[in-house]
């Protein structure tokens, strides 16, 4: 099981789901469906613009568990 930590990523870097969708170029409802963890795949082309804006590597925003 893959779970997504955007949300903890984006509240330690003060950013807001409305800027981060802007500045990565997703509507909101897709950056939504991300940070709550309700997507199947992301492209590595976002994923790459989402650590360029919040300066973090993948690992930061996905992480693996045998839960």
């Keep these: 099981m893959i779970k997504v930590n ?7 870097r ?3 789901l409305v800027e981060l ?3 990565v170029g997703i509507t909101n409802a897709n950056m939504s469906l991300l940070k709550t963890g309700k997507v199947k795949g992301i492209r590595f ?3 790459g ?3 360029e804006i919040l300066g973090c ?3 930061d925003i996905l992480e693996y568990s045998q839960d």
């Design 57 to 59: 590597q993948p690992g």
């Design 6 to 12: 955007l949300d903890r990523v984006m509240r330690q």
């Design 14 to 16: 003060g950013m807001g």
């Design 45 to 47: 082309e976002t994923l």
């Design 49 to 51: 613009r989402i650590c």
């Design 21 to 23: 969708a802007e500045k």
